[in-house]
């Protein structure tokens, strides 16, 4: 069964810090099997990592990914030691598994080197908020009105100024991908 998830470390990231709420990453990590990588955890702020809430609902998952993605560096292999390829690499190894539902990739490289070298993986490659859609509407894991609460957290965020690009949105992103995802939710939610 496809329930597993690799987040890159921004997911984790936009719920603990930028948006400030961790209960709502918790309930996503219960939804689904998370795994991440010790690169992807380094990544992470030390509360979060430090929380036993955090560590009981992850699974850490020690792969060598370098030589999975090594041939696609050629000789400039200047962001392998990103968390993202950390994940591509975790993906990869969960989807030849069957265990793949999503990857969660957030940043515009890492997303389409995914896509582009590993095709098996493009239709589970997601940013945040494609999975929180997703979630709720086909899998039916996050009910709607916890995910509007998300989005609309991420969009008031945004908005006040708070923070320049919480969970990595930045102008374009929130006019073309949030705000049809809030507003597709709430559709949904008002037909279920």
Do not use: W
């Not at 989005?151 to 929130?174: A, H, M, W, Y």
């Amino acid at each position: 069964m496809r329930d597993s998830v690799v987040a890159d470390s921004t997911f984790y990231s936009c719920c603990a810090c930028d948006i400030k709420r961790k209960d709502i990453l918790f309930k996503f990590l219960s939804a689904y099997s998370f795994f991440l990588g010790n690169k992807i955890l380094g990544e992470l702020p030390e509360p979060l990592t430090n929380d036993s809430g955090f560590t009981q609902l992850v699974t850490t998952y020690n792969f060598d990914y370098y030589q999975l993605i090594k041939p696609f560096f050629g000789r400039n292999p200047h962001h392998i030691n990103d968390g993202e390829y950390e994940a591509i690499g975790i993906g990869y190894m969960l989807d030849a598994q069957g265990k793949l539902r999503f990857l969660i990739l957030d940043d515009r490289r890492p997303n389409k080197f995914a896509k582009r070298h590993f095709r098996n993986l493009e239709s589970r490659v997601k940013g945040t908020i494609g999975f929180v859609q997703e979630a709720c509407c086909e899998d039916q894991r996050i009910p709607p009105d916890q995910v509007l609460e998300f989005l609309i957290k991420i969009e008031n965020v945004f908005t006040s100024g708070e923070n320049q690009r919480p969970c990595s949105i930045d102008p374009e992103i929130l006019r073309t991908i949030l705000m049809p995802a809030i507003e597709y939710i709430r559709n949904y939610h008002v037909s279920a």
